[in-house]
Nanobody, 125 residues
Framework: DVQLVESGGGSVQAGGSVRLACTVS????????MAWFRKLPGKDREGVAV????????SYADSVKGRFIISKDNAKKVLYLQMNNVKPEDTAMYYC???????????????????WGQGTQVTVS
């Protein structure tokens, strides 16, 4: 079975930094597109950043562009989200997600992802 396990969340002051990690197991890590989403209470999951594993191409939501960085460590099979200059509006539960096939539409739509982690909370004050 595929397993995605997030870690690294917590409380951080506005303007500070935090790094989230998503450890991957159960399938060929290099074959997948992976992404970070976040969810606020009462709202749908919002796509934050996407990384296409093969070419290491990345894409970001406008709300985090220039502040967040998605990256991967193939040897450790870990996906990261470096969050810099965080703002109170970044407070949310953050999830990593994986998809195994090419998709012809937006990769910022949560419904196209096959596998999800349990989430890690980030609170910015």
């Amino acid at each position: 079975d595929v397993q995605l396990v997030e870690s690294g969340g917590g409380s951080v002051q506005a303007g500070g930094s935090v790094r989230l990690a998503c450890t991957v197991s159960g399938y060929t890590y290099s074959s997948y597109c992976m992404a970070w989403f976040r969810k606020l209470p009462g709202k749908d999951r919002e796509g934050v950043a996407v990384l296409w594993i093969g070419g290491a191409t990345t894409s970001y939501a406008d709300s985090v562009k220039g502040r967040f960085i998605i990256s991967k460590d193939n040897a450790k099979k870990v996906l990261y989200l470096q969050m810099n200059n965080v703002k109170p509006e970044d407070t949310a539960m953050y999830y990593c997600a994986a998809r195994g096939q090419w998709y012809g539409g937006s990769y910022f739509v949560s419904s196209i992802y096959n596998d999800w982690g349990q989430g890690t909370q980030v609170t910015v004050s």
